[in-house]
Antibody
Framework: EVQLVESGGALVQPGGSLRLSCAASGFTFSKHLMSWVRQAPGKGLEWVADINQDGNDKQYVDSVKGRFTISRDNANISLYLHLNSLRVDDTAVYYC?????????????????WGQGTVVTVSS | QSALTQPPSASGSPGQSVTISCTGTSSDVGGYNYVSWYQQHPGKVPKLMIYEVNKRPSGVPDRFSGSKSGNTASLTVSGLQAEDEADYYCGSFAGIKTVVFGGGTKLTVL
């Protein structure tokens, strides 16, 4: 079964740090671009970051640049997100999402497999 | 980055068609044919319904279709069914900024 399972979410104080993990299974992880997408309580989706297949191209939304770092380990089929200098407005469910590969190419802006999400709450 | 603009709500009766719009700029929706649409039921994870403006992944019913004109993309749901009631989000490639989503539209089946 194709699956993504996130972990690492927690309650943390403003200014704190966390590391989120996403364990993949059931597909060729190294073939896909991977992303983190978050959803604040009662709000819409926000793309946070993505990383290309071999890990040497990383992109971030402006609001997390310099604070969050995305990485991947293809040997251990895992995706990570390091969150530093956390702010109250970082509070959200964080989803790991797979970039969709169609019949002839792969896409960085279409996400076909999502994990169940891990909750990050930033509060004093 | 600014979110794409979607109407907060839309509705239709069973069997009818409903169209949800998604307005961006020439830097995202209008600049690339890389618009995607997602369906999210309450408490569930998003599901990819449309990619590359008008293509459906395997398993998505052909009642769902996508289109684009200028800076506005649209999702049309034909033959509305009760299970189509959900939140719908558009997303677009935005160049160096990579991906931007719309604020979401709550679709109600009357």
């Amino acid at each position: 079964e194709v699956q993504l399972v996130e972990s690492g979410g927690a309650l943390v104080q403003p200014g704190g740090s966390l590391r989120l993990s996403c364990a993949a299974s059931g597909f060729t992880f190294s073939k896909h671009l991977m992303s983190w997408v978050r959803q604040a309580p009662g709000k819409g989706l926000e793309w946070v970051a993505d990383i290309n297949q071999d890990g040497n191209d990383k992109q971030y939304v402006d609001s997390v640049k310099g604070r969050f770092t995305i990485s991947r380990d293809n040997a251990n089929i895992s995706l990570y997100l390091h969150l530093n200098s956390l702010r109250v407005d970082d509070t959200a469910v964080y989803y790991c999402a797979r970039g969709y590969c169609g019949p002839d190419r792969c896409f960085r802006n279409a996400f076909d497999i999502w994990g169940q999400g891990t909750v990050v709450t930033v509060s004093s | 980055q600014s979110a794409l603009t979607q109407p907060p709500s839309a509705s239709g009766s069973p069997g009818q068609s409903v169209t949800i719009s998604c307005t961006g700029t020439s830097s995202d929706v209008g600049g690339y044919n890389y618009v995607s649409w997602y369906q999210q039921h309450p408490g569930k994870v998003p599901k990819l319904m449309i990619y590359e403006v008008n293509k459906r992944p395997s398993g998505v019913p052909d009642r769902f279709s996508g289109s684009k004109s200028g800076n506005t993309a649209s999702l049309t749901v034909s033959g509305l069914q009760a299970e189509d009631e959900a939140d719908y989000y558009c997303g677009s490639f935005a160049g160096i900024k990579t991906v931007v989503f719309g604020g979401g539209t709550k679709l109600t089946v009357l």
